[in-house]
């Protein structure tokens, strides 16, 4: 998992987020604004002397994101200087066009969240396999209340889906980063509870492909 990247606020671990271009960075927009101020990659281990340290130069949100709950929970942040792709380093793709994901096709979610509720963050990065939700019965699970253009996977029927702290990394199917971590219910990862929701990538192509042809915020 050589995209995955931790982003930083106030020298600690806030979010995940992943590589998709060697100035690019994917997470969450509920995981900060203009605080983010580095982020960390190239060694699974948070305390590694060789983890690369960049800066963040600007965060770009979709123009109508306002919370979680409302959706449009993506944020790409532009880094300060161009990654240098390596044996430790590499991007992960995004889908070439809008797709479907199959219901419990299998695909994974890594992050340095916690482990359960009641842990602390890890310093070891954690992966693990979840399925896919059919939206209409997510939806159900959900009493209503999901944002549209999201993915569920994961923390339903199951002890495995992600946590506090994982926020912004990505799900990965096929080799592709599809979704990136969002919400869970009441900041809890008490499992089985309802399904995890990831924001899909694959309805925010054009204005990811903007942002990074013009290299700037859109």
């Given at each position: 998992m050589l995209y995955m990247v931790s982003v930083q606020k106030n020298g600690h671990h806030e979010c995940g987020g992943f590589l998709i271009n060697v100035y690019f960075v994917?997470?969450?927009a509920h995981c900060g604004g203009d605080d983010l101020k580095y982020v960390l990659l190239g060694n699974p281990n948070l305390k590694s002397s060789k983890m690369?340290?960049?800066r963040v130069n600007s965060t770009c949100k979709p123009k109508d994101y306002?919370?979680?709950?409302?959706?449009?929970d993506i944020m790409l942040l532009?880094?300060?200087e161009k990654v240098p792709l390596n044996n430790t380093v590499n991007k992960i793709p995004l889908p070439t066009y809008e797709i479907t994901l199959r219901e419990n096709q299998?695909?994974?979610v890594a992050g340095w969240g916690k482990v359960d509720e009641n842990s602390s963050s890890v310093d070891d990065l954690?992966?693990?396999n979840v399925s896919i939700i059919n939206s209409s019965d997510c939806n159900k699970k959900w009493e209503g209340y999901l944002p549209p253009n999201v993915i569920c996977a994961g923390g339903y029927g199951t002890n495995k889906g992600f946590c506090q702290g994982d926020s912004g990394g990505p799900l990965v199917c096929n080799g592709r980063a599809v979704g990136v971590v969002s919400f869970n219910r009441g900041f809890s990862c008490h499992y089985p509870d309802v399904p995890n929701v990831y924001t899909n990538i694959s309805k925010y192509l054009q204005w990811i492909n903007k942002i990074l042809n013009e290299k700037k915020c859109v």
């Open positions: 994917v997470t969450a690369k340290k960049i306002v919370d979680v709950g409302n959706g449009n532009q880094l300060s299998t695909c994974s954690r992966v693990v």
